[in-house]
């Protein structure tokens, strides 16, 4: 005798649990109970969208805000250096302060200045324009360490009166 499988094996039972979306949707498929854990499988086509600087944002908020304000301080203080207070012209009230915030010009400027109103400094601190800068330079120096940079003027450098 041979093995006849009958009527009864060419129906099968219907599955226990079907999906909306049949096998293989993701919600439940072919005779299991459990959901499919495939993360691809629940996503739709609206989830692929590319990331947008909105959307980053959205989902980020408190380092968006900490990136925004990182930002916020570093375009403050780009400001403040560049429209900050400028050295004007240096004259015989400029104080040791304001002297270390001058360029080279206005040095050699006051220099010639000096040389004209007051005449030549000691020939020891070099040059004439070269020996007046000299001669500011190691007074406010010197005004610097005794606290008084603020107050002491470069004539009072010069002379070391302060």
Not at 51 to 76: E, Q, Y
Not at 80 to 96: Q, S
Not at 133 to 162: H, L, P, W
Request: with cysteine; hydrophobic share 35%; charged share 10%.
């Amino acid at each position: 005798m041979g093995y006849n499988p009958g009527p009864s094996q060419a129906k099968q039972p219907a599955p226990l649990c079907q999906g909306q979306g049949g096998a293989g949707t993701g919600a439940m498929s072919g005779t299991d109970s459990h959901p499919s854990t495939d993360p691809l499988a629940t996503l739709t086509p609206t989830d692929f969208a590319p990331w947008t600087v909105r959307g980053l944002i959205a989902s980020h908020k408190l380092g968006s805000l900490v990136v925004g304000a990182l930002c916020a301080a570093t375009v403050a203080v780009l400001v403040l250096v560049l429209l900050g207070p400028k050295a004007g012209t240096v004259t015989d009230r400029t104080t040791c302060d304001q002297w270390g915030s001058t360029n080279v010009n206005q040095q050699n400027a006051y220099a010639r200045l000096y040389i004209q109103e007051h005449g030549r400094v000691s020939a020891r601190w070099g040059a004439p324009e070269q020996g007046v800068i000299n001669a500011i330079n190691a007074g406010c120096y010197q005004a610097f360490g005794e606290d008084v940079s603020d107050t002491a003027t470069v004539v009072q450098a010069i002379s070391r009166d302060f």
